[in-house]
């Protein structure tokens, strides 16, 4: 399953809440040039992972958000398309869920910790991630 | 590695701002100096006609946008890249200053069809009335998503030319219809242009990049393995 390296996924995390570089690297105690990589590699390997799942699917990708780690994309199931969104969890890793199945509250809880959602509210973060 | 079919739009940075140049240029100026109204035109369409995208590509971990018939190139490092988006409508929160470009434009072209005396050939008010109709249909473009109701909607609004040219002279004559089926020949043209396409939002920490296509999710998908395959290999 994938998950972004321990030290690069708390880098990530940080930024994704809104932290600016600087901040990041005081709090962590490294350089602002190691977030930046840090950074820049783990947008790298969420694009990696998004696009394998749209691949081997066959889904056809409408947002792919490495910043807040998300994709939203259509997926086509016999002759109906759904909306499918996943999201990158940290410690959990990559989740997928249709627009009519339940979003648990850890999905939710992250989402307002990214700044995603200000309530535990499917609806609101579906509101706020499409376009 | 060429793009097929991609081409960058004019709406951030450098291209952009030839935009803001060409404008006065082609529509303000010519007026105000009429005497030197040629040069000053033609420079503005030349301008204008730098600031249009000539093609993408892929030149290892770079997405390249070309410009400026090819010699100005915007290099995205695919490391920067925060968002990619296929788009069905253009969207108004990430081009405001487009916006208000065609807002100033509506707002000098009202002013001056108000302003402009009534005995003058009708040429100069069919001017000024193209820039309001094709400034609001821009606008529109960049708030509505595509759909027959809009399509609709934007041909009956295709009424404020007569109200407005009566408005000024107090006669429409068959000439005059004849304009009003050129314009909106023209505008149907914008409609297929505008709305016939996907367009794709690359953004990065740093800008906000527009490029047009046939097939968003073919080119979303062909730049993410280019550039992947570079990294990796």
């Given amino acids: 399953m994938f998950k972004l390296p321990e030290g690069m996924e708390r880098v990530w995390l940080m930024r994704a809440k809104g932290m600016r570089e600087v901040e990041i690297a005081e709090a962590q105690g490294i ?6 990589k840090a950074l820049k590699d783990a947008r790298e390997k969420l694009f990696e992972n998004f696009l394998g799942i749209a691949e081997v699917f066959s889904f056809e990708v409408i947002r792919i958000n490495v910043e807040k780690g998300f994709m939203i994309a259509n997926a086509k199931i016999g002759s109906e398309v759904k909306r499918a969104y996943f999201f990158y969890i940290p410690k959990i890793g990559v989740r997928a869920f249709f627009e009519d199945s339940e979003f648990p509250d850890y999905l939710l809880e992250h989402a307002i910790k990214l700044g995603l959602a200000k309530n535990l509210s499917k609806d ?8 | 590695m060429k793009l097929e079919n991609v081409r960058p739009m004019n709406f951030s940075g450098i291209p952009f701002a030839l935009v803001v ?4 240029l082609i529509i303000i100026l010519p007026r105000a100096m009429s005497e030197v109204w040629w040069p000053l035109w033609i ?3 030349l301008i204008l ?7 993408v590509g892929i030149d290892g971990s770079l997405i390249v946008l070309k410009y400026v018939f090819g010699k100005l190139k915007i290099r ?3 490391g920067e890249i925060e968002e990619i988006t296929a788009l069905s409508k253009l ?3 990430y081009f405001k200053w487009e916006i208000a470009l065609f807002v100033i434009c509506i707002i000098y072209a009202f002013f001056d069809l108000i302003t402009m005396p009534r005995e003058l050939l009708k040429g100069y008010y069919f001017g000024d009335i193209g820039l309001i109709i094709f400034g609001l249909f821009y606008i529109f473009a960049f708030i509505l998503p ?7 909607g934007i041909l009956a609004y295709l009424f404020i030319l007569p109200i407005l040219l009566y408005q000024k002279t107090g006669n429409i004559t068959g000439d005059d219809i004849s304009m009003f089926m050129v314009l909106a020949a023209i505008l149907g043209f914008a409609i297929l242009d505008i709305y016939g396409k996907d367009y794709i939002l690359i953004r990065t920490k740093k800008d906000v990049y527009l490029l047009t296509c046939r097939s968003a999710d073919n080119v979303i998908k062909t730049v993410l393995k280019v550039a992947q395959n570079v990294q990796t290999a």
């Avoid at chain 2, 006609?49 to 093609?55: E, F, H, L, V």
Wanted: hydrophobic content about 50%; charged content about 15%; overall charge positive.
């Fill in chain 1, 31 to 36: 350089s602002r040039q190691a977030v930046n």
């Fill in chain 1, 124 to 131: 609101e973060l579906l509101q706020r991630i499409e376009i």
């Fill in chain 2, 21 to 24: 140049i060409a404008f006065p």
């Fill in chain 2, 43 to 45: 420079l503005g369409w």
């Fill in chain 2, 49 to 55: 006609s730098a600031s249009w995208g000539t093609g």
């Fill in chain 2, 76 to 78: 995205i490092p695919f």
């Fill in chain 2, 91 to 93: 969207l108004a929160r």
């Fill in chain 2, 146 to 152: 595509f759909s027959r109701r809009i399509l609709v």
